[in-house]
């Protein structure tokens, strides 16, 4: 009786690591393909990245931020708040005005 019951388990792990193997192709076979594109992908754009001018392309957006920085520097904060605040008071009498 004791070799029965080994045989029986035995055949449902069987049956199991058979059902697994069949698990893991079918995921190799569906994953393969989209990691093969990935990689694919990654390495078209290295040879782009390879084409870029790094030098150019960091004097370019060093200018824009200096650029950027020079007319920050040229707002008067003073009159933009003063503006803003002039505005607010405009906008409450408005809004007294359609209530």
Same mark, same amino acid.
């Given at each position: 009786?004791?070799?029965?019951?080994?045989?029986?388990?035995?055949?449902?792990?069987?049956?199991?690591?058979?059902? &697994?193997?069949?698990? @893991?192709?079918?995921? !190799?076979?569906? /994953?393969?393909?989209?990691?093969?594109?990935? $990689?694919?992908?990654?390495?078209?754009?290295?040879?782009?990245?390879?084409?870029?001018?790094?030098?150019?392309?960091?004097?370019? &957006?060093?200018?824009? @931020?200096?650029?950027? !920085?020079?007319? /920050?520097?040229?707002?008067?904060?003073?009159? $933009?708040?003063?503006?803003?605040?002039?505005?607010?008071?405009?906008?409450?009498?408005?809004?007294?005005?359609?209530?």
């Amino acid at each position: 009786m004791d070799k029965d019951k080994s045989v029986f388990y035995l055949r449902i792990c069987a049956f199991c690591c058979i059902g &697994m193997l069949a698990v @893991l192709v079918v995921c !190799a076979v569906l /994953l393969v393909p989209e990691a093969q594109n990935a $990689l694919q992908a990654v390495t078209d754009t290295a040879e782009r990245m390879k084409d870029v001018n790094w030098t150019e392309l960091t004097q370019a &957006m060093t200018s824009g @931020l200096n650029s950027a !920085a020079k007319t /920050l520097d040229g707002v008067d904060i003073d009159t $933009l708040n003063r503006a803003i605040r002039d505005l607010e008071s405009i906008i409450e009498m408005l809004l007294s005005l359609f209530q």
